[in-house]
Each structure stands twice: as C-alpha cells, then as structure tokens.
C-alpha cells in the first residue's frame, strides 16, 4: 500500500491512519510479550523493534523510555482483564472486582509483570509519576464507582471515603502479591471482602467521624 | 589490648568476644547508614567496610550478599521503632502499632530503605525468602499477638484469623507506600484503624464463616 497522492484526497487521513495505529498495535503487542517473557529489566527498545517489525525510532517518537512503554503495554492488557462491575450490592461488586484482580496476577506472568512494574516504581522517580497517572488512577476511578454505586443504594453513609474503601480491598491484596508470604486464596478474597463490606456498613470509613 | 597468652586463660574468651561482636555492631551500623544515604542499589561492600575500618573478608565471612548484609542492618533499625503494644483493647493496639509504623517510614530515610528492599525482593528471589524469614515474620509475629489478646479479652471471636487481621491493617498502608497515591495522613491512620476494628468485631475475620 503506498500513499503517493498527497493532493486533497479526503481517503487520505483514513488510508495513512490505520497504518500507524497498526504499528502502535504491534509495539504494545510485542512489549507486552516481551514483559510477560522477561520481565522489564530484560526487555530492550531493541528487542521490541525487532519483534513489532518496525525501526526504534518508531518507538522513541511515541515513547521516550522503555518503562513509559512497558506501562502502557501493561495498562492496555490489564484494563482489559478488569471490567467495570455492577452486581447490585456492595459486597457482590467488591468480591467480583477482588477475584477479577486474583484471577490474573495469581501466579501469572502478568503478576510479575505488575511486581516488577512496582519495583521500578521506587528506583524511578520518572516512572512512578506516570505509573499513579496513567495506571493507578485508572484503575481506582473504575473502582471507587463501586463506592458511589452503594451510597446510592443506601448500603453504606453518603460520606463513605472510597478512597479508603477501596485501599482497604486491595492493599492487602497487593501486599500479599509483593509480600508473597500468604497466598492469594479464595478464603482471603472471602475474608477480605467481608472485612471491608462490615467496616464501610458500620461507617468505619466516614472519615469525620474519627 | 593484645591476646599473647593463648594457655588456659578464662578470661580470654569474655575479651575476644566483644572484638568481633564491636566488629559486627560497626558494620551495620555503616550499612544502615550508607542504606539510608545512598538507597540499597548505590550501597557498595566496599563503602561499608571502609565506613566500618573493617576488611571485606570480616563482612564476606558473615554476610554472603550486600541485600542479605542491608536487610540485617535494616531490620534492626526498624525493629527497635517498633515496640510491642499492650494498651488493653484492641482498637488502642492497632492505633499504637499503625502510627509506629507510620511515624517510622513516612518521608524518612527509613521508609525509602523498606520501598528500595521491597523492589529488590521482587527482583531477587533469593532475598525474598530472606525477606519473608528474617524481617516480615518477625514482624508479624509481634503484630499477631494484638490478635491474641483482642481475643483473649473477649473482644474478637476466638477463631478470628490473626495473619488476615495484619494484612487489613498494614496492607493498605504499605499500598499507600509503595505507591504514593495517597498520604498516609493521621486521618487514614484513624480509619484504617475503624475499618479493621469494626470488621474484626463484627466476626469477618472468622475464615470459616465465609
């Protein structure tokens, strides 16, 4: 395919469109195989060109570090493995976003991904700016709707801090991910759940109120 | 002070003993101070020993590695900021031993330490086991015993799970640590404090319940 007529072709935004997109596709592809396969301190600029089929400058003009890219690749699979969740309850929706979250970092290639994400978190500056930006918050703007869906409902106080409700769900969660001294059963999602549903219902997580 | 008489001198053990324990005393304590300057990955052997007056065989003989030399200078540092707690509820227990944490780690050298360890874990396995044995078991076998007495008292179901208690409490503040999303303000001390209370009272850290 070759875009040799640069008069006003209307097609042409449309032609010349899916062709970068097609290499964004590729780059996030390859990195978050090679992040899966590697991990982020083996993985190279390099090693992602070759396997996208694309030059490095490619890469550099979209992305200028290799943990900018890493994160992007690793935002785009892991929002895809988390959806938005509306059981009907609180502790319907924490268990069905808590178990969401087990299922694909237990034991999984994408759970060392995401720890050694969080490692590079804390020797990098940089990267962590952007890991709260573009990973962290994404993720707790999804998740604090389960707070606001209860306090609709009238099954927690109108000042329910989510912000909190939602630390308390997946802190020890996490904890546990990088910690790695007591795994991440269902008997812990169930505890963690319950612990969380009897705090936030008892108003344990109004923070005035303390 | 010389050792010439190698005969049959009592006294002789009670003075060498205390060369090697001095040795070891500057040693971690060189360590802990070059952990807190520089960050685990800009320690060097070296640096310590030179700190120290000591050679680098004196370190290499007792410590195999510079993660396992950092964690042993870390941890005895942490450790004694860490007092036991007893303040008769459980409530007063998990305020003391929280704001202890929080006190210790929140924007000190201490708490970028514990981040720079927690990333190296990820990365080196081997230092996790160390990790796990040597510092978070040591911790939380402390920390359990607020459990222990909570129930003792009468305050929490006697089969309450005390490992599930823990990672409520500290879990979402090492979140907040490691991520930095959010401050681990007085406020979040206080309803991270409620959020456990009122969940353990209410019985949802009885496993079997679930």
Redesign the interface.
């Known amino acids: 395919m070759e875009y040799v007529n640069k008069g006003i072709d209307l097609d042409d935004a449309h032609r010349t469109r899916p062709r970068s997109e097609l290499a964004k596709v590729a780059i996030l592809r390859a990195a978050s195989e090679l992040l899966a396969e590697r991990g982020l ?1 083996q993985m190279t600029i390099e090693d992602v060109a070759a396997r996208a089929g694309v030059g490095k400058s490619t890469i550099y003009r979209r992305w200028p570090s290799k943990g900018s890219l890493a994160l992007e690749a690793f935002l785009d699979d892991f929002l895809s493995t988390q959806p938005a969740v509306n059981t009907g309850s609180l502790e319907g929706d924490l268990r069905k976003a808590l178990s969401a979250w087990v299922t694909t970092v237990n034991g999984t290639s994408t759970g060392r991904s995401l ?2 994400l ?6 990098d500056p940089e990267m ?1 700016f952007a ?2 930006e573009n990973f ?2 994404v993720v ?1 703007a999804q998740h604090r709707q389960i707070v606001v869906h209860a306090i609709a409902r009238g099954e927690i106080p109108s000042d329910s ?1 989510a ?2 409700v939602i ?2 769900l ?7 991910l ?5 795994g991440l059963t269902q ?2 999602v ?3 759940v ?7 219902k ?1 108003g ?2 109004v ?1 005035s ?2």
């Open positions: 301190r720890a050694s969080i490692a590079e978190v804390q020797l962590g890991w709260r962290l918050e707790r801090d912000n909190l630390d308390m997946f802190g020890p969660a996490y904890h546990r990088l910690h790695g001294h007591l008997e812990f169930e505890g963690d319950a612990m969380v549903v009897a705090g936030a008892a344990a997580a923070l109120r303390h």
